[in-house]
């Protein structure tokens, strides 16, 4: 289904979809997955229905706002709300700006390749603790081919949690990170 036929009485669909969640009935729809050759490589992207990607985007808005607060540093610009490109260069800049005119950057291969379903609900149960939710969670995985499958409204968020633990060993640096890549800077 387009979004143009879903947005026709779409007051209706959401309301049905919201019973579904709720009496807990609710059960992913079928994906559509592509391959596709960009930037010399072979990509998959997966795409769920346009009423599980509703899904999808309403279980991370109830999500980050506890990342936001207990997961993400304040030096993380890329894939969560309130960031982005002009705000990392921006904070970036203050760095060099500062004086710290050496810098280190690392890019993180293949941050949304190779994770396994426990793990991604996992990394989510360290700060979401609502019994509900990650069983939410884990039906809509479940259903994915990849818990990072690209075209998931939850692989941005996931592969954010993923990266934490190498945003806390980077406690005390001063740091920019834009989705998987890491600006370090010094003085020297």
């Known amino acids: ?23 807990g009935t609710w059960r992913p729809g079928p994906l559509r997955i592509q391959e596709f ?4 490589k072979r990509h998959t992207v997966t795409t769920p229905t346009a009423a599980d990607r509703i899904v999808h985007r309403a279980l991370r808005n109830a999500i980050e706002p506890v990342l936001e607060r207990d997961a993400y540093p304040p030096w993380m610009f890329g894939w969560h709300r309130r960031a982005g490109r002009p705000l990392a260069v921006a904070a970036a800049a203050r760095h060099l700006h500062a004086g710290l005119s050496w810098v280190a ?9 190779g994770v396994a379903l426990e793990d991604a609900i996992t990394s989510v149960a360290r700060f979401v603790h609502d ?3 990650l069983a939410l969670l884990r039906r809509i995985l479940t259903a994915l ?14 592969t954010n949690l993923r990266m934490t633990p190498v945003d ?11 989705t998987d890549n ?3 800077f010094a003085a020297t």
């Open 131 to 133: 019994g509900h939710v």
């Open 1 to 23: 289904m387009t979004w143009k036929t879903f947005r026709q009485d779409m007051p209706a669909r959401v309301e049905i979809l919201s019973a579904a969640l709720s009496d």
């Open 182 to 184: 890491y600006t370090l």
């Open 37 to 40: 050759d960009a930037w010399g």
């Open 168 to 178: 806390q060993q980077l406690t005390g640096w001063l740091a920019v990170r834009m």
């Open 105 to 113: 950057d690392i890019d993180v291969a293949a941050a949304s390749r």
């Open 145 to 158: 081919p990849d818990p990072l499958a690209p075209g998931s409204g939850l692989s941005p968020m996931l």
